[in-house]
Structures are given as C-alpha cells and as structure tokens.
C-alpha cells in the first residue's frame, strides 16, 4: 500500500521537474560556479557556462533520465545491463554517501553564519577575545590603508594584510580553532547547527513521498526566489554602476588569461549531478509513456539561468568593496581566504541593511546543500525499500537510523584541519563522477547501440531523438575522455600537494583500478568456465520492468511504427473527410420556408420536380 501511493505521488511532471530541480540546484550551482566564473572572467564564464549546458547538459541528463525512465531501475540495478559491469552501482552509492557527509558538514558552517546574522553586533564584523592585536588594522591604521590599497604597488608588509581582517580571524581562529594547541576545537553552535540540519532531514524524508514533496518544493524554490532578489539588491548598492564594467571583465582580459574548459566542463557536469546515479532512481519512478526530454530542457535551463544570475550577483557584489577602498574587483577575489565564511562576509559588510542581505545569502546556500542531503538520502531509502520489505514498512525508523549516524559520523569532521582536507579530498574525488558519466555513455550508448538506444526511445516516447541529439552522444564521449585526462594531470602536477589531495588522489586511482580488475576477473572466470557471452552479453531482462512491455518492444521496429503511424494517420485524415462531408451535405439539404409566390419557380422546386 505504501509502495503504490509512493510511487503515484511521482507520476506528475511537475513532480517529476520539481525532484530533478532539487538535485540540479546544489551548493553547486549556488555557491561554486559563480565563484568559479568571478574569479577567471565573468562575462566570458558566462557565455562558456551556457554553451556546456546545452551542449553536453541537456544530452548528458536526458541519457540518465531516459535509461532511468525506460528501464525502471535505480542506480545499482540499471548496472546489471552487463554482469560484468553490475558492481560499478555500488561506486556511485558510495560516491552519494561521501558527498552527503561532505555537504552535511560543510552546511553546518554555513547554518551557523546563518544563525549568528541574526546577532547585534554580528560576531565575525568585530574583533573578540579570539583576535589579534594587528585585528581590523585597515580601518584604523590610516597609513596601512593608503600603504595597502591605494598605492599601485603595495609594500611587502601588505602580502599578510588579508589575516588582518575580523572576518579572517574569526572563522580561522574563533570557528577552527588554528591558533589553539588542543587537538580539537569544535564551537557547541557549529555542532548545534548540524543537529538542527539532521532533525530537518528526518522531518524531510521520514514519510517518504508524503513528506518529501512538500520538502523539494521548498528546499526547490526558496534558494531561486532569493537568489534572484539577493540580485536586486545588490543592484541597489553603491559603485555597481562605476565598479561593475570592470568586475564583469567585459574586454575578456581576465578571461582569456585563466580560461580552462575542462575545468568549466567538469564544473557543470557537478552542478548537474550527473554520473552520481540520483537521475536513475528519479526517472525510475516516472510513468513510462511520460514525456522526457522536455523535462530534461527545463530542468537544465532554470539550473544554468540560475548559475548565470548568481555569477552577475556575485559581480555586483564585489562593486561596492571595490569602489569603497578604490581596488581592482579582480584583485579583490585574490584574495587567499575561503569565499564563503571569509569573502563573503567581508564583502556584504560594506553593503546598506547588511544584516539583512547576510541573512539571505546564507539562507539560500544552506537550503540549497539541505536539497542536496534530501535528495540522496530519500534515494537510498527507496533503493532499500525496493529491496526489503521491512524498510518499505518503516520508513520513520530507518530515516531515524540515517540521520543519527550521519550525526554521530560528521561530527568528528566539525574540527580545524579535517575541513580542509575534506574539501580537498572531494575536489579530487569528483573525477569519479566524470568517469562514470563516460562509462555511462559507452555502456548506454555506445557498446549497446546509437540505433538501438535511439529505437527504445522511439518505442517508449514514440519519437525518434534528433540527431543534435545523436550527435551530442557521440561528441561527449570525446570530450569526457580529454575532460578526465586534463583534469587528472592537472590533480598529479599539483607540486605543493597536501595531506587531502594525496588521499584524494589516491582514493580516486584505487577506484577506478578496483573497478577495472573486478571486471577483468569476472571475464577471466566466466571465459573459464565457458560463460563468456553470459557475462559481457545484454541481460535478457534488459528493458522495462513490465514483461508486457519487453514483449512489445521486441517486436517493435522503427519502420513498423513509421507504417503504423502513417495508417493512423490516413484513416484519421480520411475520418475527418468523411465528417465534412456529412456535415455540408446537411447544410445544403437543409430546408428552407419561404413564402410562395406566383410565376417563380425556385432551384429546388425544380430540382425536385425533376
């Protein structure tokens, strides 16, 4: 009983777009690709981000949709299309759960800048008992400030200027801890703020579909809605107009210099979350003559509307420090302190009603990273519930059990140091996700057939895809394969490599060689024991769930359809005909009463008369 009114509260589109959305419009693309964009030229980022989400977006979604969708299988059964190739399911769970605990604990943070907005004086704007004596030193020291900022050339003393802020020395010192000998240092709000975080995923999840729809449209509209009005206020700010020419880099300058399209490509593919297996278990549950790939063009153009807003948002928002100390905004995002609890802050404190917009910015990221956690843990829940009866049962305990350990595991991660290496092992380990979206298209795609995949298409949509379609298909492969190459060299050149990276690094190689060396055994054990097509041949039960619909596409043809279609069609056509006809002959037998008159014979008279 459970299972079906679950399953009937996804069968809407606006369902359907909504649960997409919500995995879409991560921390991802609202925090991440705007930085991005600001930091290498925004209006030439711009351009690049809406080219890569039509280009490689839309086609790269709409496969995992589609597969999803026609297949009716989540991300570890939609694996079981080759035996050889059913263990790389349980990667992308395990790549979900590593990037749930990441995200928990990163919002954790971001809820407590939340929480601590609403104090007066806000805590990170004035210097403490946790600072230095040098704190704040730019607002008081005026020879600093004209030493510093104004001068072309700033003087050597200047280079550690940024550890000067208030900003700095609170997150650094107050929240981390680093000037502290103690080998752990965690602030009670922080571990507050992740409890409260748990306690709104539980409420999220714990009724499965009942609960979570009303959830994904909030977590799903709030974070666009503010986004979009943190936009015009910032709009409303002093120096955008003088500073915003130039914080745009409208002549390309910047740009051109730090532009990396692997890197812009990789970005995108992350925002979307394609290659972490949520697309499956969302389209799964989706009917299966339902329309698809309109879906998928919405979905990814309100996610790169969204990421393109926020980047101009986050120019504007670099104007009135700019114009305030008369810096280069460009210089301004050098800065080597982190964008969210150092960069940000400093930058909103020069804005009008500053409270109010620190308040809004923390709030829409940190709903945006709750969607994130709500989408892969009501995944994993109905991958169990498909499994065990018993899950499907108690949905409110098993939330519970999720909840709990993600509390008691992230907690030990709420500390100085683990941060940062945990942001730096994410940022090597997401190269998983580009190798999966490969593995994706050459299993989905390519070892199974452009032709035929483009027939169970037409079978289920009753559409053949367009050949821009096709086409993108095909060009990703290519592009993925240098995408994954450069971003690799790119991680290994790395001279100045950290504890973090290096776990990264090596988290990433021994994945895809675990990956690689499972598969290779079970051929070499299958070719043994003579079971080779057995094990690299299509699954017999490879296609939709229903055995009445694998029996209609096996015998179903593209030119069968195409002949059936124009059938349709010509006994439609000749229908309408028909009841044209009807309908004139009707009108112009229809009787008419006049009056009679002497001496005149009318056409109808005579023709009856005849």
Request: proline residues 4%; charged residues 15%; glycine residues 4%.
């Amino acid at each position: 009983m459970c299972e079906n009114v679950n399953e009937n509260s996804w069968r809407s589109r606006r369902a359907n777009i909504i649960a997409t959305l919500s995995q879409t419009l991560g921390v991802n693309t609202m925090l991440y690709l705007p930085t991005l964009g600001v930091l290498r030229g925004a209006l030439g980022h711009v351009l690049a981000f809406a080219v890569v989400y039509i280009v490689l977006g839309i086609p790269l979604l709409y496969m995992e949709s589609v597969v999803g969708q026609f297949t009716g299988r989540d991300c570890l059964d939609v694996w079981r299309a080759r035996a050889c190739l059913s263990h790389v399911g349980y990667s992308q769970i395990i790549w979900q759960l590593l990037f749930f605990i990441h995200v928990h604990t990163i919002n954790s943070f971001l809820v407590h800048y939340f929480l601590i907005s609403f104090e007066n004086p806000i805590p990170y704007f004035v210097c403490g008992n946790w600072s230095t004596n040098d704190c704040d030193i730019i607002n008081f020291n005026y020879t600093v400030n004209q030493d510093c900022l104004k001068m072309a050339d700033p003087l050597p003393y200047c280079k550690d200027l940024c550890s000067t802020f208030p900003e700095y020395q609170y997150w650094r010192f107050k929240i981390l801890g680093q000037d502290k000998t103690d080998t752990f240092h965690l602030p009670w709000r922080v571990g507050l703020a992740s409890l409260l975080i748990s306690f709104t995923i539980f409420i999220s999840c714990f009724r499965r579909a009942k609960s979570l729809k009303w959830a994904l449209w909030l977590v799903t509209l709030y974070p666009m809605s503010a986004r979009f009005f943190f936009l015009i206020g910032s709009m409303l700010q002093k120096g955008v107009v003088v500073k915003y020419k130039e914080a745009l880099d409208s002549d390309f300058s910047i740009f051109i210099e730090r532009f990396d399209l692997a890197n812009v490509i990789a970005e995108v593919l992350y925002s979307l979350n394609v290659g972490t297996g949520l697309a499956f278990g969302t389209a799964s549950r989706y009917p299966f003559r339902a329309p698809s790939y309109s879906n998928t063009v919405i979905v990814v153009v309100v996610t790169a509307c969204v990421a393109i807003l926020g980047t101009c948002s986050t120019v504007m928002m670099t104007c009135p420090y700019a114009f305030k100390y008369d810096i280069e905004p460009a210089l301004l995002m050098k800065y080597p302190i982190s964008n969210s609890f150092e960069k940000i802050p400093r930058l909103l404190h020069v804005y009008e009603q500053t409270s109010l917009w620190l308040i809004i910015n923390f709030s829409f990221t940190a709903v945006s990273s709750i969607s994130s956690s709500i989408c892969v843990m009501s995944g994993c829940i109905e991958m169990l519930s498909k499994r065990y009866p018993k899950v499907d049962r108690n949905p409110h305990l098993v939330s519970f059990i999720f909840v709990l350990v993600l509390y008691l595991g992230s907690f030990p991660l709420l500390r100085n140091r683990t941060l940062y290496y945990l942001e730096q092992i994410k940022s090597a380990i997401s190269l998983l996700v580009i190798f999966l979206v490969l593995m994706e298209i050459i299993v989905f795609v390519l070892w199974y057939g452009l032709d035929r995949f483009s027939e169970d298409l037409h079978f289920m949509q009753g559409v053949q895809p367009n050949i821009s379609v096709k086409a993108s298909w095909l060009l990703s492969s290519v592009i993925l394969v240098y995408v994954f190459i450069t971003e690799c060299y790119g991680l290994y050149s790395i001279k100045d490599r950290s504890f973090g990276f290096g776990v990264g690094w090596y988290t990433l190689l021994c994945s895809i060689i675990f990956m690689a060396l499972v598969s290779i055994v079970r051929v070499l054990l299958a070719l043994y024991n003579n079971k080779l097509y057995e094990e690299i041949g299509l699954d017999p039960e490879w296609g939709p769930m229903s055995e009445l619909l694998r029996r209609s596409r096996a015998m179903f043809t593209a030119q069968a359809m195409t002949k059936e279609y124009m059938y349709r069609q010509y006994h439609l056509q000749a229908g309408i005909l028909k009841r044209q006809k009807q309908s004139n002959v009707r009108t112009f037998y229809q009787p008419v009463f006049v009056p009679k008159t002497e001496g005149v014979r009318f056409e109808d008279e005579e023709t009856s008369a005849d």
